[in-house]
């Protein structure tokens, strides 16, 4: 195990509860000691539902090592039962509670308690947070499922029903799960297709019993749902969408992959967003060739990739995926597109990553939020983990036409933005555009010049320094001051260049300098070396 600040997955203990969590009428017994149970906090705060997990927690203390610890889960699960009288309960161990191999579903198994018992085996030391939460609806799925259950017929008397689609993957803590399930049934309902199941996100172990009376399934979320799907394939003969919905073109795909699965045609009517009429519009094409660097969880790492590459014109620098059971899929999108594949857990790796691929736009998890924060780069999040921001109020799919829409929006407006800050920054020398000068549309008079000192300082006309200006100040003068180092002149002319590619620029140079051993980096220097890396 490899300590570490932050982390891209937890346990797969957390995936399991993910399920229990998104799921009504299941309970969760975790066979865990004192300190595991901060997983509560993942789903009150962060994600803000409005009732906690339904897991019971054995909280063994060390203490109780000296004991019958086993004991102490038959209770847990007993009173669990009493109190909350769950449909089926799933039992099973944190990574502590591991070592001490009290085998949790055996006990269950004897306990004689009225309702299914699922237990899960999930090796913490070896398998993350995804695998646990694909793990767990599988075997919710595989223990649950009435093999009896067959489609019902297309046609009885009342005439041909709607095709029946389930819609699998989606989770409580998902990124954008409960918008993105509202605009696929939504878009199924617009193809003449009802939807018979959303699993685990909403539904009961009743309803998983009856999960072979659909049609077909959609994969909503393959990190979850593929086990589950392969499956139902194999034990139903049900047919699996496995095209995932993100973007335009992906959205059409996976809209004749329904039609297909459904047997009937696509029509020629489907309202498709704005999303192609704004990627070619003046607002996007002037950012086309922007250089974007990806990382997230396989699928939507790998879509992200499609989306940004094919529908807005920018350039892949770099792409990666933390969830090493999709390093696959993450490989052949990364080959297409002509980049090295990035497959780590470690966030250091991927901010070397991103220093060396010098992007102009991140669109990543939390984590590189953060990173390309201190980089000072544009970034937006495509992926879990997130934070509470990523779970808004309002509708805001990723998926289907509307989720094309929010892409658009969520990608572009920060390199808008970030065209805005270097205007700002560019011109924020010019008196008529600092701070002091006053709004222009306020009417509001400038502030008074600073008086027309001897040697450097402003003169008349002037406006009086503002925070920006004051804020890199003292860097210039250090810098200047420094044996070696950049005189004020070339400092000032490097502050010109765009933000999101000035650290580029100023490595080059200084590169370019140690080579040719120029002591002092003048603005000459800055556009020999310039001339220099552009041959």
């Known amino acids: 195990m490899q300590l570490t600040v932050w982390t891209y997955e937890g ?114 030391y ?58 696929i049934t939504k878009l199924l309902n617009e193809l003449g297709i009802d939807v018979r199941l959303v699993a685990p996100l909403g539904a009961t172990p009743a309803d998983i019993v009856a999960i072979g009376e659909a049609d077909f ?15 139902l394939e194999r034990t139903f003969r049900q047919k ?11 959205t059409r795909e996976f809209v004749a992959e329904v039609c297909a699965a459904a047997g009937i045609p696509v029509p020629d009517d489907l309202n498709q967003g704005r999303m192609g009429w704004w990627s070619r519009s003046i607002d996007s094409t002037y950012l086309t060739g922007k250089r974007v660097f990806i990382f997230g969880d396989g699928t939507h790492a790998v ?74 780069l544009p970034c937006a999040v495509i992926s879990a983990p997130v934070h509470v921001q990523d779970f808004p109020a309002r509708h805001s799919p990723q998926m289907g036409f509307e989720g094309a829409n929010v892409l658009f929006d969520t990608w572009v ?8 800050e270097h205007l700002l920054t560019m011109f924020r020398d010019d008196f008529e555009f600092s701070d002091a000068a006053g709004a222009s549309h306020l009417g ?22 503002t925070a920006t200006m004051v804020a890199e100040a003292p860097a210039v003068t250090q810098a200047a001051a420094e044996p070696g180092g950049w005189t004020a002149e070339a400092l000032a002319e490097l502050g010109k260049i765009p933000f999101f590619v000035r650290g580029k620029a100023r490595r080059n140079t200084e590169r370019y300098a140690a080579e040719l051993g120029i002591v002092t980096i003048t603005r000459d220097t800055l556009y020999e070396a310039k001339s220099h890396y552009a041959r």
């Open 11 to 124: 346990p797969p203990h957390v995936g399991a509860m993910r399920v229990a969590t998104g799921m009504k009428q299941l309970h969760y017994v975790l066979h865990a000691p004192q300190g595991d149970t901060y997983a509560d906090l993942l789903f009150t705060m962060i994600e803000r539902r409005d009732h906690r997990p339904p897991v019971s927690y054995t909280s063994f203390q060390a203490r109780d090592l000296g004991s019958d610890t086993a004991e102490l889960f038959k209770t847990a699960a007993r009173e669990a039962y009493d109190r909350f009288r769950p449909q089926a309960m799933i039992v099973g161990a944190s990574c502590t509670a591991e070592l001490i191999q009290d085998d949790p579903a055996g006990l269950a198994a004897t306990m004689g308690l009225d309702c299914p018992i699922i237990p899960l085996e999930l090796p913490s």
């Open 126 to 183: 070896s398998r993350k947070e995804n695998w646990g939460a694909s793990e767990t609806f599988y075997q919710i799925v595989r223990g649950l499922a009435d093999k009896g259950r067959k489609p019902l017929p297309a046609v009885d008397a009342a005439g041909p029903r709607r095709p029946l689609a389930n819609i699998l993957g989606p989770t409580a803590l998902g990124f954008r799960h409960r918008d993105d399930v509202a605009e």
């Open 217 to 231: 399934n959609i994969c909503l979320y393959p990190e979850i749902a593929a086990q589950a799907c392969s499956w």
């Open 240 to 250: 699996t969408v496995r095209t995932v919905p993100i973007g335009l073109n992906a």
């Open 303 to 376: 879509a992200a990739a499609r989306v940004a590459s094919e529908e807005l014109g920018f350039k892949v620098v770099g792409l990666g995926c933390y969830n090493r059971e999709f390093a696959r899929e993450v490989r052949a999108a990364a080959e297409k597109y002509g980049v090295e594949p990035l497959i780590t857990d470690d966030y250091l790796a991927v901010e070397e990553a991103i220093e060396a691929a010098s992007p102009e736009l991140v669109l990543g998890t939390q984590m590189e939020r953060h990173i390309a924060k201190r980089l000072r």
């Open 413 to 420: 407006h920060p390199l808008v933005m970030g065209l805005e």
């Open 444 to 465: 509001h008079a400038p502030a008074a010049p600073l008086p027309a000192s001897s040697g450097e300082g402003p003169g008349v006309g002037n406006a009086v320094p």
